[in-house]
DNA sequence: ACAAAAGTGTTTTCCTTACACCCATGA
DNA sequence: TCATGGGTGTAAGGAAAACACTTTTGT
């Protein structure tokens, strides 16, 4: 019998990072994806991904293509799954037991206005609408999906909205947010709007904003340090 | 400049499970744990785990090594994490950059009495409860945190419970498994005994169990069935 | 004046919480 | 018969759901 170590499959170890963002203007939920150059599936779009270099922590690895593809003030992040299977990846040739391809995939939320997209001219990158995603390399869709599932998720018990939201927003804003991820149904809009004020850390501006017919809305903004506060109570968003 | 692929970490991937029992005689959460046999951390106690071979899936590996330690019947199991950072494994030196060690950790619940643990005489293996676990190789405390935490979280919102449970089981038994893991000021007794039965997928048996003192107990079980039909709506056990 | 969106209030219902209390058994 | 744990019931308070209604703007 070879000596064990034989055995052991070698990895290239990749990230790809699930990054949402909102446009209120058009009420879109949006991921950001690039067109691959490379090798396999060159041409097709992706999520923005990197192999993690040598003496990068995986996180430093999801920042750095991050800050290469986008400027950004906030943003959020962090780890989603992590995607593993033999034949994810066509560059393991399924015979020949060489190189594995792992995927450490990260969920990101960026605010759309503060996102300036870094176009170098050689590589596509665009923010493309959930409902309009083309076909994606890999198994990328796989891993989008999942990534939507988590901002599902988050958005029911974790202030995500606010770091996808612009710094101040109206509550018809945060209100839109949540029926364009959660659906039409998933609460009453009075209902919704006393819930939230009830939790304590929404601060109203006092500046109204006027958008076209209708009664001027105050400007909300979230104060994480009212926040901090209640963050070990359970909390529900709906 | 070399070529890119240089600069690229190589990485070997393991598995360590967290894998988590309740004695319900004693009334404690117990985790597995092995005496680590090979180079580096030898004679220290670790999470029970192992490299990925060659064309194995992740999930293929965390279930090998489970089987190679425990005899089961039922099991759960899903990923929990993945830590990667350099540095956490003493087998890449600091200096040379050679092979990574990346660790994708699983989650894992079987039944106290189900579970015959397989002791091959060389290897030294066994249920820790989770107040006296000792030092552990690697990172394996972090991540038995984490595991830990995991347990907590899904108490409350998902029938994880039942996994670690025997097949039957009295109200009080599910009750101590809630105190033990969650602390003594969760809920009442009678009030969660009310919501869980309200939830409607436990039916009682019939059978009656006496333990010392106090009027005997009904006998319960877990109808996954019933819980199917429910299991899109939100639920709380808390 | 009217539509449209913001914002307030009310009612009904249901769930949570905190108990008090009865029941069946072992010692 | 008493301690012990199993099991039922209830009253107070609060949150969730549904919906009516008022306010302030643009057109």
Redesign the pocket.
């Known amino acids: 019998m070879t000596p064990k170590s034989t055995n052991l499959a070698n990895f290239k170890v990749g990230v790809d990072n699930v990054i949402f963002s909102v446009d209120m203007a058009q009420n879109r939920v949006l991921v950001l994806l690039v067109m691959r150059q490379g090798d396999p599936f060159s041409g097709q779009w992706s999520l923005p991904g990197t192999l993690v270099r040598q003496g990068e922590s995986l996180e430093a690895a999801a920042y750095r293509i991050l800050a290469e593809k986008i400027r950004f003030k906030n943003i959020y992040l962090e780890q989603l799954y992590t995607f593993g299977g033999p034949d994810r990846d066509p560059r393991e040739s399924p015979d020949c037991f060489g190189v594995r391809y792992l995927s450490v995939s990260y969920f990101a939320l960026v605010r759309f206005e503060e996102a300036q997209l870094i176009a170098d001219g050689v590589t596509g990158i665009a923010w493309y609408p959930l409902e309009r995603v083309p076909e994606l390399a890999f198994d990328h869709h796989q891993i989008l999906e999942y990534g939507y599932q988590r901002l599902r998720n988050k958005l029911e018990y974790s202030p995500v909205a606010f770091d996808v939201l612009p710094e101040t927003f109206?509550?018809?804003?945060l209100?839109?947010l949540y029926t364009s991820v959660l659906g039409e149904?998933f609460?009453?809009?009075?209902?919704f709007?006393?819930?939230l004020?009830?939790l304590g850390f929404l601060s109203?501006t006092g500046v109204?904003v006027?958008?076209?017919?209708?009664?001027?809305?105050?400007l909300?903004r979230f104060n994480s340090e009212s926040f901090a506060l209640l963050k070990d109570k359970p909390m529900?968003f709906?």
Do not use: E, F, H, M
């Not at 109206?170 to 804003?173: E, F, N, S």
């Not at 006027?210 to 105050?218: D, E, H, K, V």
């Open positions: 109206t509550l018809g804003d209100y839109q149904n609460s009453d809009y009075s209902n709007r006393t819930r004020l009830k109203d109204k006027s958008r076209g017919a209708g009664r001027p809305a105050s909300y529900v709906i």
